[in-house]
């Protein structure tokens, strides 16, 4: 149980284009799901925290207008990286805290197996 | 100061031995605690997660916490090849998870 799908799990593009990653709880519900961005041989970078039906909430110095959040429902959220350059090529990881974890003693999240961007 | 400190590494133990990783965290509100295994090119997957100071194990993996001290430790016992990866410690505080950088493993056959 507690698999998080991403899609797809690697991507090529051109500079200046726009690329969706999606990020899917495959068993279980989530009403939060967190973005990290990871650079080669550095830690995990929380980027923003998705809740569904509300916007996202984004770490300090990261762009919202360039990195849209969509949370529409349980099981999905997708991040889309807009007018993507060279410096956004990343490894990309979204996870997923299922319903009804939010209190001590259950809490968790859990991580899809991430999307490695890479843009020209 | 970061919300969570962990000695980067690279440690290495021979195949057998006991790998112990150790992790500091600096809010004393913290309740939630979380070990983390990170293979190369891979995104992490949850090893362990304990909320009650002390030892809590499981199979070969246990974790260990203090929280006086405001530390949270991993034991591997009888460390494997297998087991050579990045382990992330992580805390959350509120509504947040904060991570470690991550200490490099390597178990030398």
């Known amino acids: 149980g507690a698999v998080v799908s991403q899609h797809p799990s690697w991507v090529i593009c051109k500079s200046g284009t726009s690329v969706k990653i999606e990020c899917r709880s495959l068993?279980?519900?989530?009403?939060?799901m967190f973005w990290y961005r990871q650079f080669p041989k550095q830690s995990l970078m929380l980027m923003a925290t998705?809740?569904?039906?509300?916007?996202?909430?984004?770490e300090q110095g990261v762009e919202k207008d360039k990195f849209l959040i969509n949370h529409a429902s349980l099981t999905l959220s997708t991040l889309t990286v807009t007018s993507a350059h060279p410096e956004d090529s990343s490894f990309y990881i979204c996870?997923?805290?299922?319903?009804?974890?939010?209190?001590?003693?259950?809490?968790?999240?859990?991580f899809g197996p991430g999307t490695r961007l890479t843009v020209l | 100061q970061k919300e969570v400190e962990q000695n980067s590494g690279p440690l290495s133990v021979p195949e057998g031995a006991i790998a112990s990783l150790n992790c500091t965290y600096s809010?004393?509100?913290?309740?939630?605690f979380f070990w983390y295994r990170q293979y190369s090119g891979k995104s992490p997957e949850l090893i362990m997660s304990?909320?009650?100071?002390g030892d809590k194990e499981d199979g070969r993996f246990t974790a260990q916490l203090n929280k006086a001290s405001q530390y949270v430790s991993l034991l591997i016992r009888d460390s494997q090849p297998s087991d050579s990866a990045t382990y992330l410690c992580?805390?959350?505080?509120?509504?947040?998870?904060?991570f470690g950088t991550g200490t490099s493993l390597t178990v030398i056959p």
């Open positions: 068993d279980f519900q989530a009403t939060t």
């Open positions: 996870s997923a805290r299922p319903v009804g974890t939010d209190y001590y003693g259950t809490d968790t999240q859990y």
């Open positions: 998705s809740n569904e039906g509300s916007k996202a909430t984004y």
């Open positions: 992580a805390v959350k505080t509120g509504n947040q998870f904060y």
């Open positions: 809010d004393r509100v913290s309740q939630s």
């Open positions: 304990i909320y009650s100071n």
